[in-house]
């Protein structure tokens, strides 16, 4: 009787997780095709074909949804174990180009999700304080890889950490890879020069 009823409770966690992933994945396609701002918890249950009453159950706000798929795309990246493996590597200058890689990893994932917490920031207030949130997360990355090569920098480390933060400016990526055309690998391997020449002295 136990084990029945525990295979039970264990299938109806497995179809609210499922439920909840479903989603998280249709509000993703509104957020990128229509907008954060216009997309109504309304559309995000038509898209996921399920009631708007189950949608306010699984999440309670549509800013809920978007924490949620800000975390997915960073577990589909591998953003936190990559950090450490780079801060892991022996030379300055593999560390360096490992910045570069993380970064191009994190935008090469998916896109949409940087241009949607984009179109996100204008919102309300507790929407603000998430991404807020979520962005001074990865800044904190960033800085700490920046920082482990501190003693080859030719530069001072405030100013390093800076360019970096710079280049990870979504317009940047934008530019490069989704407008001109660059493939991802050009774009790390441009990047990683840049940062070794300007940063570590590298040429």
Same mark, same amino acid.
């Given at each position: 009787?136990?084990?029945?009823?525990?295979?039970?409770?264990?299938?109806?966690?497995?179809?609210?997780?499922?439920?909840?992933?479903?989603?998280?994945?249709?509000?993703?396609?509104?957020?990128?095709?229509?907008?954060?701002?216009?997309?109504?918890?309304?559309?995000?249950?038509?898209?996921?074909?399920?009631?708007?009453?189950?949608?306010?159950?699984?999440?309670?706000?549509? $800013? =809920? &949804? *978007?924490?949620?798929?800000?975390?997915?795309?960073?577990?589909?990246?591998? @953003? #936190?174990? /990559?950090? $450490? =493996? &780079? *801060?892991?590597?022996?030379?300055?200058?593999?560390?360096?180009?490992?910045? @570069? #890689?993380? /970064?191009?990893?994190?935008?090469?994932?998916?896109?949409?999700?940087?241009?949607?917490?984009?179109?996100?920031?204008?919102?309300?207030?507790?929407?603000?304080?998430?991404?807020?949130?979520?962005?001074?997360?990865?800044?904190?990355?960033?800085?700490?890889?920046?920082?482990?090569?501190?003693?080859?920098?030719?530069?001072?480390?405030?100013?390093?950490?800076?360019?970096?933060?710079?280049?990870?400016?979504?317009?940047?990526?934008?530019?490069?890879?989704?407008?001109?055309?660059?493939?991802?690998?050009?774009?790390?391997?441009?990047?990683?020069?840049?940062?070794?020449?300007?940063?570590?002295?590298?040429?």
């Amino acid at each position: 009787m136990n084990a029945d009823v525990k295979t039970a409770s264990s299938y109806r966690q497995e179809q609210a997780l499922q439920t909840r992933l479903r989603i998280a994945s249709a509000a993703q396609t509104l957020f990128a095709r229509d907008g954060y701002a216009v997309t109504s918890i309304e559309a995000i249950a038509r898209e996921a074909g399920v009631g708007t009453r189950t949608v306010y159950a699984a999440y309670g706000a549509k $800013r =809920e &949804i *978007l924490n949620v798929i800000c975390e997915r795309w960073l577990e589909r990246a591998r @953003a #936190r174990e /990559l950090a $450490r =493996e &780079i *801060l892991e590597l022996p030379e300055p200058g593999e560390r360096m180009a490992g910045a @570069a #890689r993380w /970064l191009t990893v994190l935008y090469s994932t998916d896109f949409d999700v940087v241009r949607i917490l984009d179109s996100a920031l204008d919102e309300d207030a507790e929407t603000q304080a998430l991404l807020r949130s979520k962005l001074r997360a990865r800044n904190r990355v960033m800085d700490s890889l920046i920082a482990s090569v501190e003693d080859a920098l030719v530069v001072p480390l405030a100013e390093a950490q800076a360019v970096y933060r710079a280049f990870a400016a979504s317009g940047v990526y934008l530019e490069l890879v989704v407008n001109a055309g660059w493939t991802p690998e050009h774009f790390e391997q441009w990047l990683a020069a840049t940062l070794e020449g300007q940063l570590l002295g590298m040429r």
